[in-house]
């Protein structure tokens, strides 16, 4: 597959960023048994990836602004373009030592979602998507599942944790959800498990209290992937309201009702 220049420049600023957390990665294995832990390292690990990332990609596209979870908002004097950054999605399983994380990359141009980068260094998976040129895992093309009676659905999710989110309003969602479908999975980050949608891997996905960076390169990949992606209702505003759901048409529609029934 012949990437685009744009996509080259995103998988080799992602690349060079990833050889740095995996290198963190080995560490953190020695420092679970240390007195002070992982903790204070992990965040050295992040902050390190977005370093690389921000340079990488100021250095390559100048004036783009971005986004990053660790930096925020950064402006750049071309307002047509931003990149929008997390150097490490997965950072609880990192800091377990769970090897399920990944760095996501996206551009928006003009408002609009046009590519994506995920790459799971551990297990070497390379996600990529352009608006209108396809989603390839690896170089292989990618569909989303097409299953579309929920009793054979396996489905992807975010479960709020201590002092985050509305435990008894995701609860109910679990269950209702649990009530009629394959299988719930929660594997801890929200870019993957999209990709993971993307891949036909899992057939729907649903989470509240995510941010830009989490879901962003995703919604390029399942769209161009076949998918339907949506904020929780139905609509468009997944950044403004943090939530998200996707699947094929089918899927996407049906994890809509279960989830707005069990309100
Ligand atoms: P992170 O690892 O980059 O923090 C897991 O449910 C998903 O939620 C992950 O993608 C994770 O991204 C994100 N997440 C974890 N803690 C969060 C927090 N405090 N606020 C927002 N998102 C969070
Ligand atoms: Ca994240």
Not at 147 to 169: K, L, N, Q, S
Not at 184 to 204: E, K, M, N, P, Y
């Amino acid at each position: 597959m012949a990437r685009s220049a744009l996509l080259n420049v995103m998988v080799d600023a992602v690349r060079k960023a990833a050889r740095s957390l995996v290198r963190d990665f080995g560490e953190v294995e020695n420092l679970q048994v240390s007195l002070k832990g992982p903790g204070d390292f992990v965040s050295a690990a992040d902050r390190r990836a977005e370093d690389i990332l921000r340079t990488e990609l100021s250095r390559v596209r100048p004036g783009y602004g971005l986004l990053m979870e660790e930096s925020g908002s950064i402006a750049g004097s071309d307002d047509q373009h931003r990149w929008i950054v997390d150097p490490l999605d997965g950072t609880t399983n990192f800091l377990h030592g769970i090897p399920i994380f990944a760095i996501s990359v996206a551009l928006e141009r003009q408002g609009q979602l046009v590519a994506g980068v995920i790459y799971n260094p551990v297990m070497d998976e390379l996600y990529v998507a352009e608006r209108g040129g396809g989603a390839f895992l690896n170089d292989r093309r990618l569909r989303v599942a097409n299953r579309r009676e929920m009793h054979e659905c396996v489905i992807g999710t975010g479960i709020p944790f201590v002092g985050r989110g509305d435990h008894h309003a995701y609860l109910k969602q679990q269950q209702a959800v649990m009530n009629e479908t394959a299988g719930i999975r929660r594997c801890g980050s929200a870019a993957l498990d999209l990709a993971w949608v993307a891949a036909g891997r899992f057939d729907g996905f649903w989470e509240q209290g995510l941010h830009p960076w989490d879901m962003a390169a995703a919604i390029v990949l399942i769209r161009e992937a076949g998918g339907f992606v949506s904020d929780l209702s139905g609509g468009d505003k997944m950044f403004e309201t943090q939530g998200i759901s996707a699947g094929n048409e089918t899927v996407h529609k049906k994890l809509l009702d279960i989830l707005a029934k069990a309100k």
